[in-house]
């Protein structure tokens, strides 16, 4: 007999915390939220830990809840991919849906919060969501539509490549935190533990350099797979993340996370998201919505964090 708890309380923890809403997820799972909220209590106490912080009417995933939801994604996706082979969809409805891949965090931290937006406006296309920290080549893989790739754009044949718009890479922490270390000088620039994200191109010597000062030797201090783990590492107070400001924005606004040094301290500026697709498929209706909605949510959201 397998260990595993209740389907419909994991169910209801994935999206809730795919979806960054406890709202959103009654939505999607057709619950009231006091349902959805229950599922995941019941969850906790399965775990005997906390899978999401509760403050200020908000909540957000612990170290542990963004661990279980990577690893929910990727047994969701299967579980799908396995219904989909024995009940494939009829031609006709392949026209009306649309496969997204991304990475876990791109899609817990920024798409998944405002695909509802994207839904609500094109009310006759299937959105299909996926999500691995792997490459993957469309070339490769012709049941997905739109690529949102990390860290480098990718390059081939009958591709088409765009960036998702400049993003902001600063240092990030708890106010407590900012408080303890004081003023980032010359000589006192390695008191403080640094969070590494394992796949960012973006890397602590690239800001100590921005900011003319000398890296310090040895190691960070810890290091995560994934930017969404590093941004709760950060909040729960275990030292600095270097870190984008799309993933964090909301910590930043519920004031759980300050930019270290009080915005003394100079960012980095990377593009570092793109949208792919298949240059064939360029002219497709649904391809060109979901890359116009994109293009323009990511203009908003940078205007509202400017």
Known sequence: MRRIPSFPALRAFEAAARLGSFARA????????????????????WFERPLFRRANRQATLTADGERLLAGLGHAFDAIEAAC????PPPAASLAASLAVHCTPSFAAKWLGPR?????????????????????????????????ITYGRPPRGAGLTVESLGPEEIAALCTPEVARAVGPVE?????????????????RWPDWFAQNGLPA???????????????????????GVALESLRFAADELAAGQLVRLGGGRLKSLTRDLHFICYRERDGALAKIQAFRRWLLDAEAASRAGAD
């Open 84 to 87: 989909a082979e024995l009940n």
């Open 216 to 238: 310090p030797d040895g190691a960070a201090g810890a290091a995560f797979d994934r930017g969404s783990l590093v941004i709760s590492a950060a909040v729960q107070g275990l």
């Open 115 to 147: 695909l509802p937006a994207f839904v609500e406006a094109h009310p006759g296309l299937v959105i299909r969501l996926s999500t691995s920290a792997d490459p993957v080549d469309l070339g490769r893989h012709g049941e997905i539509d739109i690529l």
């Open 186 to 202: 010359a000589g006192m620039a390695g008191r403080f533990t640094r969070l590494d994200s394992s796949f960012s191109p973006v």
């Open 26 to 45: 009654s939505e999607e799972l057709h619950l009231t939220p006091s349902a959805v909220s229950h599922q995941v209590r019941a969850l906790e106490r």
